[in-house]
Nanobody, 126 residues
Framework: QVQLVESGGGSVQAGGSLTLSCKASGDTYGTYCMSWFRQAPGKEREGVASVNGDRTTIYADSVKGRFTISQDNDKNILYLRMNALNTEDSAMYYC????????????????????WGQGIQVTVSS
């Protein structure tokens, strides 16, 4: 079992920045790919960014150049730095641990995820 707890969400004006954090605990050593997903009202949950154990990263086209995913392996914390936020970035953001055998060469599918955080709201106002 892996427990994931997000923090750092909130409200920000367009053009602003936020950093999300996700503290992982439990049986984390088997997880190779960690990701951030988001889900806006009335829309499907979508992958935003992923990082593999070899530190390779993948981003959705909509956030490339604005968002940065990183992790502190010593502290078991996953981060998502979000710059130049716009109203379309408003959503519930979820931290996700992929199943142990998953290597994220592209953004993972929902079925690749073994564990989810509870989600945290990000609201961007114009």
């Amino acid at each position: 079992q892996v427990q994931l707890v997000e923090s750092g969400g909130g409200s920000v004006q367009a053009g602003g920045s936020l950093t999300l954090s996700c503290k992982a605990s439990g049986d984390t050593y088997g997880t190779y790919c960690m990701s951030w997903f988001r889900q806006a009202p009335g829309k499907e949950r979508e992958g935003v960014a992923s990082v593999n154990g070899d530190r390779t990263t993948i981003y959705a086209d909509s956030v490339k150049g604005r968002f940065t995913i990183s992790q502190d392996n010593d502290k078991n914390i996953l981060y998502l730095r979000m710059n130049a936020l716009n109203t379309e970035d408003s959503a519930m953001y979820y931290c996700a641990a992929a199943r142990p055998w998953v290597r994220c060469r592209s953004l993972p599918a929902l079925g690749d995820i073994g564990f989810w955080g509870q989600g945290i709201q990000v609201t961007v106002s114009s």
